[in-house]
């Protein structure tokens, strides 16, 4: 059964920092661009960072560059997203999606139009004082 779990996410404070794990089981990870999506009550989906199948092509939204790090370990079959700097406006459900792209050529629409063949069930995290 293809399946990915987040995990990582809670409450912290302005300024501080969280790494969210997508761990994927019943597929290898070897052909998929993963992406990390969040969303926010009341507002759309948006793709907060994407990795291609090698980890060597990433693309990040604007709103986190430099905050953000996402990277995977395709041997253990999971995608991490490390989170510095955090602010409120970071607040969000975060998804994991992965997309079938053994060329890694499609990781800049996949966080652009939120595409993915496979997602998780999110993980809250909460940035607040």
């Known amino acids: 059964q293809l399946q990915l779990v987040e995990s990582g996410g809670g409450l912290v404070q302005p300024g501080g920092s969280l790494r969210l794990s997508c761990a994927v089981s019943?597929?290898?990870?070897?052909?998929?661009?993963i992406g990390w999506f969040r969303q926010a009550p009341g507002k759309e989906r948006e793709g907060v960072s994407c990795?291609?199948?090698?980890?060597?092509?990433?693309v990040y939204a604007d709103s986190v560059k430099g905050r953000f790090t996402i990277s995977r370990d395709n041997a253990k079959n999971t995608v991490y997203l490390q989170m510095n700097s955090l602010k409120p406006e970071d607040s969000a459900d975060y998804y994991c999606?992965?997309?079938?792209?053994?060329?890694?050529?499609?990781?800049?629409?996949?966080?652009?139009?939120?595409?993915?063949?496979?997602w998780g069930q999110g993980t809250q995290v909460t940035v607040s004082s």
């Open positions: 999606a992965a997309r079938f792209d053994p060329m890694a050529a499609t990781i800049q629409n996949m966080c652009s139009e939120n595409l993915g063949d496979y």
């Open positions: 019943g597929f290898s990870l070897d052909y998929y661009a």
């Open positions: 990795i291609g199948n090698s980890g060597g092509n990433t």
